[in-house]
């Protein structure tokens, strides 16, 4: 539990920080809750030459809303999604996700950028962000751009992130119906199986919806069938198990809190709880 | 609730932990805390596979490393000092503190290195190369105890450390030879219903919130050793490190400050400390060593990780005739000073609360790749009574009784006692029926019963689980750690201001020492607790101890305190006479006086007494000046607490998820001196059953022998969002073994709530043809079943 020696570096802006990035020797690493890089480096799983402590970067943190349109800046934390007014109001499937996250002193130092460009398998924001289809706004040293969040996740901490290019901030449109359903590892409180699903319901009928699963495979993703399975239905119990039967995803994790199998069959099982929760919304 | 401190009337009352302030404000004073000029700091370099022989190591680039004073292999350290000792009556195979040729498990200490920074020295300890070749692990108990795949210590066969121990019907004691099947095979023989089952008592992580550590401070000018350590019991980690270095007991001291739990997982000295000792004789230099956290889940003994064969007969009515239990101990790769001793405690416990004829326990002990186990809170008798429980609940299942039924015949009578069981162990006192009703009407048994069918009839998965207990408490008398002694020692003080100093040999880490043993105190001066201070923890100053665990501290500390303090009380009458003109035995004290008795106000008061003790004109005759005295003692048996634990759980149908939605207790641990303190052991002990039950499991894996479950990210120890309110009542059935009639508290809540869970679970899932289910309760496990699998 005693890291490697490091440098440590404050960066006043997010152009100082892709800066200090650019012209590091080594492995220098951004920083800014710590909550995931700080384990894995005491762990000496990682050990970076250099850390850029982006948490304080001004104007990075909070929410906001412009026309139904919703921001989040990448330094706020899960502590203050979990209780923003804008997001209880307009998108609660995020402030909900945001109080499932480990425990209240991991929800007073995460942020959702750390999260995002973490990219753990098991982590809740990704799906919530997939299933918004949320965009991810990216600033590195070739100036900024933005990612669906549907393709910003590629594999196992993998997403579409440079070496140089840190998150400030995602957007998304406020969700008519979403909600977030998570079997929560005893231990770590991290997903075993987290799933969010955001319906859009015209007279009844669905008209849209966006399923995406954590936890069960390498990375966020939606689950297409599902998808398929809920639009146009009348989203009543028989269309619900039907559309949650249909949840499948490949390279299913295996681990002590859970079998392939048993994540397999979770994934069913967190499909339609989180499919019915949004129904209800 | 809790009341203000008033002389004279402490014991019983909820007094609030003097200790609290100071340790919830980080005022504690806890090893870490300390710095000591010249200090140097250790990192152990530790095998990271589980079985293998070292062929090589290079500590070259380790020793280049500025700021590292000294690495030393394991081969180098043992040539200082000699293997780690083990207090148990069985062969042990050499178990050094630093491995000199080979590891056997994961996280085994290879080499040590000082450094002057504790950064330094782990970085120092990375850059140590070693060349292990290795072998096969050995994780499976079963297939180890064939020497299957591999065997670990060369002397002992097929892994087998303690081939064959039986105990209790037809045993002779004295031989360990079974000398008479006869009773045993003419119960089953004659048995109406016969309950079988292989059961698992997991192996767990103690997880103190404090982890271990050590200074070690070699003084060369004198050739004195001061040792500040996280142990539960000083007097005997001095007694080993001297042994081991090769020291007198007058030329060392341990000190354990502020301590933060232990669970048992203190009581050893480990290799990391026989090691700062000799690291810092050579040096002449202060060196400390400080344990993370991934360290105590990989090298702290682990507890349990027994496997039990239960066989019980009975009869129709549901009288049982005879319990046998054929156990296989896992306990892991070497003996530490009470590994093989655990296990033996099950066969203490079989007969649990019942009166039953014919006993017998047959015992195993099998070495692993694994983390040596120890003492974890409850030792053994957590093992005995869930093996037991699950029994009893099996048979009425079997049999179509209500568990509360079964167990209500098969009781041990209030008549009965002093009871001896039929193997051997003599039972102070119990009145088991009582505290039975007592549970039963709290919970509403009946009630719960009709709710739970409702439920069923919707659908839900709610089941109900009891179970009843008594335990081994107050560890001693000697005679059952010879190799230890369990005697207890207090000294009291009175200084010349009328202030108390008054000195314990068991160590408070958690258990209030500081506020109950004060209450006792104040109770029989009359003064003010606040006029009394408590010290425990340094053989500096406490004369003689043997320490805490077992929960003895009250009982056996406890009275140690109370009989000096009775001496102390008696040397002040013979001081107050003279100045009364009275004779002492006329003499009480009362609300800060000690005058005549039922007229205490008239006589003189304490503080005066206690100047005049220090300066005595005349001095009263055949009388030595100063007031201070001590005593030792020992019980001359144990003591034998008891109670009845109620769950109600729900299990998820879709995940296999379950909830604890009640829980229901009644204990009986004697005579109470802080019923604050009582409920906080027992909310403590019931949350580790819990843990136990539903959520922790140390698990190795088959093939690498690599610890999985290896941090609190992998290893669920239950969080108050877990636990229901605890529903806690308690009758009174006082030890005639002790001048309090107190019996300890300190394991019961653990060793009495995991069958009660799980004869919960299993009562859940009864209707998908269930009748067992091994802990903990994993959520696929349950789902599996709920499938119509196996777990």
Redesign the interface.
């Known amino acids: ?2 890291p ?2 490091f440098e440590y570096q404050r960066a006043g802006s997010v152009e100082e920080a892709i800066a200090l990035k650019q012209g590091a020797e080594g492995d220098a690493r951004f920083i800014a809750g710590g909550h995931s890089l700080i ?1 894995l480096m ?3 799983l990682a050990e970076p030459s250099l850390l850029i402590d982006i948490g304080g970067i001004p104007g990075l943190s909070g929410v906001s809303e412009d026309g139904g349109r919703i921001s989040i800046g990448a330094l706020t934390t899960h502590a203050d999604l979990e209780d923003d007014a804008v997001l209880l109001a307009s998108a609660p499937v995020v402030a909900e996700a945001a109080g499932e996250i480990g ?1 209240q002193q991991v929800r007073n130092r995460g942020t959702i950028g750390g999260s995002l460009a973490h990219a753990d398998p098991a982590s809740d924001l990704p799906a919530v962000v997939v299933a918004l289809d949320a965009s991810i706004h990216i600033a590195g040293s070739g100036g900024e751009r933005t990612v669906a969040a549907g393709d910003f996740f590629s594999g196992l901490f993998e997403v579409d992130l440079a070496e140089d290019e840190l998150i400030t901030s995602v957007s998304f449109d406020a969700p008519s119906q979403a909600a977030y359903a998570k ?1 929560r ?4 409180h ?1 997903a075993i199986v987290g799933v969010a699903a955001s319906l859009t319901v015209e007279g009844g009928v669905c008209t849209g919806a966006r399923v995406a699963v954590t936890g069960a495979s390498t990375h966020a993703q939606r689950l297409g069938a599902v998808e398929d399975a809920l639009t146009g239905s009348a989203l009543d119990d028989a269309a619900i198990d039907a559309a949650s039967a249909a949840a499948d995803v490949d390279d299913v994790n295996a681990d ?4 392939e199998e ?1 994540r397999r ?2 994934t069913r ?1 967190f499909t339609g709880r989180a499919i019915s929760a949004a129904a209800s919304r | 609730m809790t009341m203000q401190a008033t002389p004279g009337q402490l014991v019983g009352q909820r007094v609030r932990r003097r200790e609290d302030p100071r340790l919830v404000k980080g005022r504690g004073s806890y090893v870490d805390d300390m710095k000591l000029p010249g200090m140097l700091h250790l990192a152990f370099k530790r095998g990271d596979v589980a079985h293998g022989i070292i062929r090589s190591i290079d500590t070259s680039a380790a020793e280049a490393m500025p700021g590292v004073e000294l690495v030393l292999t394991g081969a180098q350290l043992a040539e200082i000092i000699p293997p780690m000792p083990v207090a148990t009556p069985f062969p042990a195979p050499d178990h050094h503190a630093v491995t000199p040729d080979r590891v056997r498990y994961v996280g085994e200490p290879i080499a040590v290195v000082v450094a002057t920074d504790r950064f330094l020295a782990a970085d120092a300890a990375d850059a140590i190369e070693v060349d292990i070749e290795e072998l096969p692990a050995v994780i499976d108990p079963e297939r180890a105890a064939n020497g299957d795949p591999a065997v670990i210590h060369e002397a002992f066969e097929n892994n087998l450390a303690v081939p064959f121990a039986p105990a209790g019907t037809g045993v002779n004691p004295e031989t360990l030879e079974v000398e008479d099947e006869s009773a045993l095979n003419e119960a089953f023989d004659n048995a109406d219903v016969v309950v079988s089952q292989r059961m698992f008592s997991q192996r767990l992580v103690p997880n103190a919130m404090e982890p271990r550590g050590v200074i070690a401070r070699f003084e060369p000018g004198n050739d004195e050793l001061t040792v500040w350590s996280t142990t539960q019991n000083p007097h005997i980690a001095r007694t080993l490190l001297a042994a081991i270095l090769g020291m007198g007991q007058h030329q060392v001291r341990v000190i354990a400050p502020d301590v933060g739990g232990g669970f048992g997982s203190k009581i050893n000295v480990y290799g990391e400390d026989f090691a700062a000792a000799a690291i810092s004789r050579r040096l002449g230099l202060p060196v400390k060593w400080i344990e993370d956290r991934s360290e105590a889940f990989m090298t702290t003994i682990h507890g349990r990780d027994v496997i039990c064969y239960l066989d019980l007969a009975a009869t129709s009515e549901g009288k049982v005739t005879a319990v046998k239990m054929r156990l296989v101990a896992d306990i892991g790769a070497y003996e530490m000073v009470l590994t093989a001793a655990i296990p033996t405690l099950v066969a203490f416990m079989i007969s649990g609360v019942y009166d039953i004829p014919v006993v017998r326990c047959d015992l195993t002990e099998v070495f692993t790749n694994k983390m040596p186990t120890d003492a974890y809170r409850g030792a053994g008798r957590p093992e005995g009574i869930y093996f037991l429980e699950r029994g009893i609940d099996m048979l009425a299942s079997k049999l179509g009784m209500d568990p509360a039924e079964v167990r209500r015949v098969n009781f041990i009578q209030p008549d009965q006692f002093p009871y001896t069981t039929a193997g051997g162990m003599v039972y102070d006192s119990g009145e088991y029926e009582t505290a039975l009703d007592k549970a039963l009407e709290n919970a509403g048994w009946e009630q719960m019963k009709a709710d739970r069918d409702a439920a069923r009839a919707e659908g839900r998965l709610v089941g109900l689980g009891l179970s009843f207990y008594t335990e081994i408490c107050g560890f001693g008398p000697s005679a059952a750690m010879p190799s230890v002694g369990l005697w207890e020692h207090g000294s009291v003080s009175v200084e010349r201001d009328g202030k108390v100093r008054a000195t314990t040999g068991v160590s408070t880490h958690g258990q209030g020492h500081e506020t109950t043993f004060a209450q006792m105190l104040a109770d029989e001066f009359s003064i003010p607790m606040d006029d009394i201070t408590i010290v425990h923890g340094d053989t500096g100053q406490v004369r003689g101890g043997t320490g805490t665990f077992g929960s003895r501290s009250q009982v056996v500390g406890g009275t140690a305190l109370l009989l000096a303090t009775a001496k102390v009380q008696d040397k002040m009458r013979r001081f107050a006479a003279p100045m009364l003109e009275l004779q002492p035995s006329d003499l009480s004290f009362k609300d800060g006086m000690i005058g005549p008795t039922g007229q205490e106000d008239t006589g003189v008061p304490f503080v005066d007494v206690a100047a005049f003790a220090y300066a005595p004109v005349p001095l009263p005759p055949d009388t030595e000046p100063g007031l201070s005295d001590e005593a030792f003692w020992e019980p001359e048996g144990f003591t034998w607490p008891f109670g009845c634990y109620i769950s109600q759980v729900e299990i998820d149908r879709d995940t296999g998820e379950l909830e604890l939605q009640r829980f229901v207790g009644v204990d009986d641990c004697g005579n109470v001196v802080n019923p604050l303190i009582v409920a906080g052991q027992i909310h403590g002990g019931i949350a580790q059953g819990v843990g136990q039950a539903i959520t922790e499991e140390a698990v190795y894996d088959e093939e690498s022998g690599q610890l999985l479950s290896a941090s609190f990210m992998d290893y669920a120890i239950p969080r108050a969002r877990d636990l229901p309110r605890f529903e806690l009542d308690h009758t009174v059935t006082p030890s005639p073994l002790n001048p309090m009639g107190v019996k300890g508290i300190g394991e019961a809540g653990t060793i009495g709530s995991t069958p009660s869970i799980v004869n919960a679970a299993v009562d859940a899932l009864s209707g998908h043809g269930v009748e067992h289910i091994d802990m903990m309760l994993r959520p696929e496990k349950l789902w599996r079943l709920i499938q119509g699998g196996d777990a």
């Open positions: 539990m005693i490697s020696a384990p005491k762990l000496r425990d079997l590892h005893p231990a770590s991290f002590l809190a859970g079998s048993y069959a979770m099982v």
